[in-house]
Protein backbone atom coordinates (compact mmCIF):
# COMPACT_ATOMS: atom_id res chain seq x y z
CA UNK A 1 0.00 0.00 0.00
CA UNK A 2 0.96 3.62 -0.64
CA UNK A 3 3.10 5.06 2.15
CA UNK A 4 4.49 8.79 2.60
CA UNK A 5 6.68 8.36 6.13
CA UNK A 6 7.62 12.20 7.42
CA UNK A 7 10.92 12.79 9.60
CA UNK A 8 9.88 14.26 13.12
CA UNK A 9 8.75 17.02 14.59
CA UNK A 10 11.64 20.33 14.07
CA UNK A 11 11.76 23.13 16.34
CA UNK A 12 14.09 26.63 15.25
CA UNK A 13 15.06 29.78 15.81
CA UNK A 14 13.69 32.58 13.26
CA UNK A 15 15.99 33.21 10.51
CA UNK A 16 17.03 29.24 10.83
CA UNK A 17 16.22 26.41 8.00
CA UNK A 18 14.61 23.35 8.23
CA UNK A 19 14.54 20.36 5.58
CA UNK A 20 11.88 17.75 6.09
CA UNK A 21 11.78 14.11 4.32
CA UNK A 22 9.28 12.36 2.76
CA UNK A 23 9.97 8.35 2.38
CA UNK A 24 7.57 7.17 0.08
CA UNK A 25 6.93 3.38 -0.44
CA UNK A 26 4.18 0.86 -1.90
CA UNK A 27 4.27 2.55 -5.61
CA UNK A 28 6.54 3.30 -8.39
CA UNK A 29 8.02 6.60 -6.81
CA UNK A 30 9.04 8.06 -10.43
CA UNK A 31 5.85 7.38 -11.61
CA UNK A 32 3.81 10.54 -9.73
CA UNK A 33 4.75 14.20 -8.52
CA UNK A 34 5.08 14.54 -4.73
CA UNK A 35 3.59 18.29 -3.54
CA UNK A 36 3.89 19.78 -0.30
CA UNK A 37 1.09 20.96 1.86
CA UNK A 38 1.21 22.96 5.23
CA UNK A 39 -1.47 23.62 7.55
CA UNK A 40 -0.61 26.82 10.26
CA UNK A 41 -2.15 26.60 13.93
CA UNK A 42 -6.17 26.92 13.43
CA UNK A 43 -5.71 28.04 9.32
CA UNK A 44 -6.69 25.82 6.25
CA UNK A 45 -4.57 23.94 3.88
CA UNK A 46 -1.84 25.84 1.66
CA UNK A 47 -0.40 24.38 -1.15
CA UNK A 48 3.66 25.34 -1.44
CA UNK A 49 4.80 23.75 -4.82
CA UNK A 50 5.19 20.19 -6.37
CA UNK A 51 8.13 18.46 -7.43
CA UNK A 52 8.66 15.40 -10.40
CA UNK A 53 10.99 12.59 -8.90
CA UNK A 54 10.92 12.10 -12.84
CA UNK A 55 12.92 14.67 -13.87
CA UNK A 56 13.55 17.29 -10.85
CA UNK A 57 11.10 19.65 -12.29
CA UNK A 58 9.97 21.73 -9.62
CA UNK A 59 6.65 24.38 -9.21
CA UNK A 60 6.57 26.65 -6.20
CA UNK A 61 3.74 29.00 -5.46
CA UNK A 62 5.06 32.40 -5.44
CA UNK A 63 4.83 32.96 -1.88
CA UNK A 64 7.53 30.77 -1.36
CA UNK A 65 9.81 31.58 -4.71
CA UNK A 66 13.74 31.96 -3.28
CA UNK A 67 13.13 30.47 -0.09
CA UNK A 68 11.82 26.57 -0.29
CA UNK A 69 13.41 24.01 -2.37
CA UNK A 70 12.32 20.41 -3.30
CA UNK A 71 14.26 17.84 -4.00
CA UNK A 72 13.78 14.30 -4.41
CA UNK A 73 16.31 10.98 -4.60
CA UNK A 74 15.28 8.22 -6.50
CA UNK A 75 18.15 5.71 -4.70
CA UNK A 76 15.92 5.92 -1.36
CA UNK A 77 12.59 7.00 -2.49
CA UNK A 78 12.71 10.04 -0.59
CA UNK A 79 11.42 13.90 -0.99
CA UNK A 80 13.00 16.92 0.85
CA UNK A 81 11.42 20.11 1.35
CA UNK A 82 13.53 22.73 2.56
CA UNK A 83 12.11 26.25 3.92
CA UNK A 84 14.80 29.27 4.43
CA UNK A 85 14.79 31.89 6.56
CA UNK A 86 11.97 30.95 9.02
CA UNK A 87 9.88 33.10 10.65
CA UNK A 88 7.60 32.54 13.46
CA UNK A 89 4.54 32.36 10.36
CA UNK A 90 6.26 29.60 9.24
CA UNK A 91 4.98 27.81 12.46
CA UNK A 92 2.67 24.84 10.65
CA UNK A 93 2.50 20.96 10.12
CA UNK A 94 4.08 20.35 6.56
CA UNK A 95 2.98 17.63 4.90
CA UNK A 96 3.94 15.74 1.63
CA UNK A 97 1.48 14.32 -0.81
CA UNK A 98 1.50 12.39 -3.98
CA UNK A 99 0.46 13.37 -6.87
CA UNK A 100 -1.26 17.41 -7.51
CA UNK A 101 -3.90 16.97 -9.87
CA UNK A 102 -5.28 15.73 -7.93
CA UNK A 103 -3.47 14.94 -4.67
CA UNK A 104 -4.40 11.20 -3.71
CA UNK A 105 -2.47 9.88 -0.52
CA UNK A 106 -0.91 11.97 2.53
CA UNK A 107 2.07 11.66 4.57
CA UNK A 108 1.11 12.20 8.32
CA UNK A 109 2.85 15.14 8.81
CA UNK A 110 5.97 17.01 10.40
CA UNK A 111 5.33 19.73 12.93
CA UNK A 112 7.82 22.61 12.58
CA UNK A 113 7.58 25.29 15.30
CA UNK A 114 9.36 28.56 14.83
CA UNK A 115 10.14 30.70 17.96
CA UNK A 116 13.27 32.59 19.72
CA UNK B 1 -5.81 34.84 -8.57
CA UNK B 2 -8.25 31.36 -7.95
CA UNK B 3 -10.60 31.58 -4.81
CA UNK B 4 -12.79 28.87 -3.10
CA UNK B 5 -15.27 30.02 -1.12
CA UNK B 6 -17.06 27.22 1.36
CA UNK B 7 -20.37 27.18 3.17
CA UNK B 8 -21.29 26.85 5.69
CA UNK B 9 -18.37 27.53 8.01
CA UNK B 10 -19.49 25.00 10.38
CA UNK B 11 -22.58 22.59 10.14
CA UNK B 12 -23.94 20.88 13.32
CA UNK B 13 -26.17 17.51 12.47
CA UNK B 14 -27.47 14.79 14.24
CA UNK B 15 -26.58 11.23 12.87
CA UNK B 16 -28.25 9.65 10.21
CA UNK B 17 -29.04 13.29 8.92
CA UNK B 18 -28.16 14.08 5.04
CA UNK B 19 -25.34 17.02 4.78
CA UNK B 20 -24.63 19.00 1.90
CA UNK B 21 -21.58 21.13 1.71
CA UNK B 22 -20.70 23.72 -0.68
CA UNK B 23 -17.84 24.89 -2.46
CA UNK B 24 -17.66 27.86 -4.94
CA UNK B 25 -14.65 28.61 -7.29
CA UNK B 26 -13.85 32.39 -8.17
CA UNK B 27 -13.38 31.11 -12.09
CA UNK B 28 -14.53 28.18 -13.49
CA UNK B 29 -12.37 25.27 -12.69
CA UNK B 30 -14.42 22.74 -15.05
CA UNK B 31 -14.34 19.22 -13.09
CA UNK B 32 -10.74 19.58 -11.80
CA UNK B 33 -11.82 19.47 -8.05
CA UNK B 34 -11.26 16.80 -4.98
CA UNK B 35 -12.47 16.90 -1.85
CA UNK B 36 -10.73 15.53 1.08
CA UNK B 37 -11.35 14.97 4.84
CA UNK B 38 -9.59 15.96 7.76
CA UNK B 39 -9.78 14.57 10.94
CA UNK B 40 -6.93 16.37 14.03
CA UNK B 41 -4.07 14.56 14.13
CA UNK B 42 -4.34 13.41 11.25
CA UNK B 43 -3.65 13.17 7.10
CA UNK B 44 -6.32 14.77 4.74
CA UNK B 45 -8.21 11.71 3.03
CA UNK B 46 -9.03 11.78 -0.76
CA UNK B 47 -12.95 11.36 -0.39
CA UNK B 48 -14.11 12.54 -4.41
CA UNK B 49 -12.02 13.67 -7.51
CA UNK B 50 -12.66 14.51 -11.03
CA UNK B 51 -16.03 16.39 -9.00
CA UNK B 52 -17.93 12.87 -8.69
CA UNK B 53 -15.45 10.52 -8.79
CA UNK B 54 -15.02 8.50 -5.19
CA UNK B 55 -11.60 7.58 -4.41
CA UNK B 56 -10.78 3.98 -3.48
CA UNK B 57 -12.18 2.48 -0.12
CA UNK B 58 -14.65 5.51 0.28
CA UNK B 59 -18.21 5.10 1.36
CA UNK B 60 -21.00 5.26 -1.03
CA UNK B 61 -22.45 7.44 1.25
CA UNK B 62 -20.12 10.07 0.26
CA UNK B 63 -20.77 11.56 -3.84
CA UNK B 64 -19.63 14.67 -5.60
CA UNK B 65 -21.64 16.57 -7.87
CA UNK B 66 -21.10 20.09 -10.02
CA UNK B 67 -18.74 21.40 -12.52
CA UNK B 68 -17.56 24.95 -13.48
CA UNK B 69 -17.76 27.15 -10.32
CA UNK B 70 -20.34 25.37 -8.11
CA UNK B 71 -20.03 22.06 -6.14
CA UNK B 72 -21.29 19.85 -3.22
CA UNK B 73 -19.82 17.09 -1.33
CA UNK B 74 -23.16 14.90 0.28
CA UNK B 75 -23.28 12.97 2.98
CA UNK B 76 -26.08 10.75 2.62
CA UNK B 77 -26.51 9.72 6.09
CA UNK B 78 -23.94 10.97 8.65
CA UNK B 79 -21.89 8.61 10.55
CA UNK B 80 -20.48 9.39 14.06
CA UNK B 81 -16.89 8.49 12.27
CA UNK B 82 -17.38 11.43 9.65
CA UNK B 83 -17.36 14.43 11.49
CA UNK B 84 -14.59 16.17 10.27
CA UNK B 85 -13.34 19.49 8.29
CA UNK B 86 -14.08 19.17 5.09
CA UNK B 87 -11.85 20.41 2.25
CA UNK B 88 -12.82 21.16 -1.54
CA UNK B 89 -9.59 21.48 -3.51
CA UNK B 90 -9.13 22.96 -7.32
CA UNK B 91 -6.49 21.69 -9.16
CA UNK B 92 -7.37 22.96 -12.81
CA UNK B 93 -5.66 26.27 -12.36
CA UNK B 94 -1.72 24.72 -12.26
CA UNK B 95 0.42 25.75 -10.72
CA UNK B 96 -1.81 27.60 -8.60
CA UNK B 97 -3.39 24.96 -7.07
CA UNK B 98 -5.59 26.26 -3.62
CA UNK B 99 -8.22 24.69 -1.16
CA UNK B 100 -11.11 26.23 0.49
CA UNK B 101 -11.25 27.18 4.01
CA UNK B 102 -13.00 24.23 5.17
CA UNK B 103 -16.01 23.16 6.60
CA UNK B 104 -16.56 21.56 10.22
CA UNK B 105 -18.85 18.90 10.32
CA UNK B 106 -19.72 18.13 14.00
CA UNK B 107 -22.41 16.37 15.65
CA UNK B 108 -25.40 18.00 17.42
Known amino acids: QVQLVQSGAEMKKPGASVKVSCKAS????????ISWVRQAPGQGLEWMGWISPYNGNTNYVQKFQGRVTMTTDTSTNTAYMELRGLRSDDTAVYYCARGARPIDFWGQGTLVTVSS | EMVLTQSPATLSVSPGERVTLSCRASQSVSTNLAWYQHKPGQAPRLLIYGESTRATGIPARFSGSGSGTEFTLTISSLQSEDCAIYYC??????????FGPGTKVELK
Open chain 2, 89 to 98: HQYNNWPSLT
Open chain 1, 26 to 33: GYTFIGDG
